[in-house]
């Protein structure tokens, strides 16, 4: 057994096709904002007002979610370098709004199936694995206005009837399912997450709490289908993970990262994978007026119904400590800043060892199969004259993560596969801008939806198809007798 290497993006970053029969979802009501303090966090926490001007054809915001990057045009495109790159793998999300519009249909769009039967006929056509997440930080807007997001049990079974349909339609095509990307991230971006919007005393915590019950228990009833239709490919979970380090040996710092690492990192996790609340969870939801409605038929759909994999997001580590310190953006949270790691120009931090640490925390704590499901390092690229993208420093960031994922793997950990975040350019779900860019095939468009969306290699596809072909070469004996 060895590493499959992949790449990946999200439907709400990469298709566009907004003016077609899709339906309005999250992501689409989120606007670009020039970059400011304060600008990430006002496109990532919207108030009832925000999508109302959203919805509204004279609005004088650019939605750039609404573009993506034009996959839905380029898709044939697209496939083609990314089979040329070798890719054993290829992460990608249904848009649920793509095949229900409002999310309550009975019967999908056909145009939105059309689109799907073409990825996964040409997929299959270039032999390239499927990893399909089914909810990538988008839900069509309409459940958000009628049930509050998530925070409506109404949502599971609507979820649970759009899955229906993914599964009889595509399911015989799938390696690896996930029904929720990042799935603590409902906790640090309740709108991005799970649907919640922002009220005037911001947000309640027991509606944070209670709208990621019902994703426990979505994602819990959609393994149970797929397992009763028989589907070949194996489900997993995933969280946004970290790497926690305290600032000093401070016992109290310590201390911090404990509790830290328990609700931030571990909670969703330890759910999904283990089928029951952790210990944890009773005192914190104590201490924070928590209540949650949780029905005794929810317990044991979790405890039968768990993943058969897990799966992390990997960019950045956190510092820890219960002092004053300087601060610094990461993925999702704000952490403190590292005196021994160098940082991108959006402030997260590039540790390649903490993630060799963190596959290491999650094989021990989990005891399942691995994926790094997401890992890639977004940076300001430049356009030459002739067409090219010289990012030998996406390069150096790639050679260092893969280095120590392999590391891993040599130790022991049962790494199944490895997948570079955003392969071919795509909006930033954080920022929602295009400067911010992490894929090895460059998109011509600007943070104002300007451009061709003309496609370009960087050097970094020339040595990501290097890299893949080499691993290939020198694992052949491996690979032939699996």
């Known amino acids: 057994m060895k590493i ?27 606007p670009y904002l020039p970059r400011t303090s304060n600008a990430t966090e006002e496109t990532r926490l919207l108030t009832r007002e925000k999508i109302e001007e959203a919805k509204n054809e004279a609005s004088k915001q650019y939605y750039p979610f609404r573009n993506g990057t034009k996959g839905f045009e380029h898709l044939e495109e697209d496939i083609e370098y990314f089979a040329e790159l070798g890719l054993d793998l290829y992460r990608f999300s249904i848009s649920w709004s793509r095949l229900f519009p409002k999310g309550i249909e009975e019967e999908p769009s056909q145009e939105g199936v059309a689109y799907y039967d073409k990825v996964f006929q040409l997929l299959a056509e270039k032999k390239i694995k499927i990893f399909l997440t089914l909810n990538h930080y988008a839900m069509p807007i309409y459940l958000v206005e009628q049930y509050g997001g998530w925070k409506g049990r109404e949502c599971i079974d ?3 009837h759009f899955a229906a349909f993914v599964f009889e339609r595509w399911g015989h095509l799938v390696e690896y399912w996930l029904p929720f990307n990042e799935i603590n991230a409902g906790y640090f971006s309740p709108y991005n997450g799970v649907g919640l919007l922002k009220g005037e005393n911001g947000y309640q915590l027991s509606d944070v709490f209670q709208a990621l019950h019902h994703q426990f228990v979505a994602s819990a009833k959609t393994i149970q289908l797929a397992r009763k239709m028989n589907l070949p ?40 994978s283990k089928g029951e609340y952790p210990y944890y969870a009773e005192t914190f939801f104590k201490n924070k007026n928590i209540v949650l409605q949780i029905t005794e038929e929810d317990r044991k759909l979790l405890k039968e119904n768990t993943c058969d994999f897990v799966s992390i997001s990997f960019y950045t580590s956190s510092v820890i400590t219960v ?7 990461g993925n999702l949270v704000v952490s403190t800043k590292n005196p021994y790691l160098k940082a991108s120009e959006w402030g997260w931090q590039i540790d390649p060892v903490g993630l060799r640490t963190s596959l290491h925390r999650v094989y021990e704590r989990y005891g399942k199969p ?21 990012d030998d420093y996406r390069i150096e960031y790639m050679k260092s993560y893969y280095e120590q994922a392999q590391l891993a793997f040599e ?67 491996e690979l032939l007798s699996v």
Request: some cysteine; glycine content about 10%.
């Open 4 to 30: 499959l290497w992949g790449g990946a993006t999200a439907a709400s970053q990469y298709e566009g096709g907004f003016t077609l029969e899709k339906g309005l979802d999250t992501q689409d009501c989120r």
């Open 158 to 160: 609507h979820f649970l």
């Open 233 to 272: 490919g194996r489900f997993g979970s995933m969280i946004a993970c970290f790497c926690y380090y305290p600032l000093t040996s401070k016992p109290e710092d310590n201390l911090k990262l404990v509790f830290e690492e328990q609700m931030n990192q571990w909670y969703c996790m330890d759910i999904l």
């Open 323 to 329: 002092d004053e310190a300087d601060k610094t953006a």
């Open 370 to 390: 691995v994926i790094v499901s997401e890992n890639g390092l977004g940076a300001r690229d430049v356009l030459t004259a002739n067409h090219q993208i010289h």
């Open 411 to 477: 130790d022991g950990v049962p790494l199944e596969a490895f997948i570079a975040w955003g392969i071919v350019d795509i909006v930033s779900a954080g920022s929602c801008e295009m400067d911010k860019r992490y894929g090895v095939i460059y998109v011509d468009a600007d943070n104002h939806g300007n451009g061709s969306y003309a496609r370009y290699k960087k050097d970094s596809f020339y040595w990501y198809k290097e890299f893949i072909k080499n691993y290939k070469k020198e694992n052949s004996n």
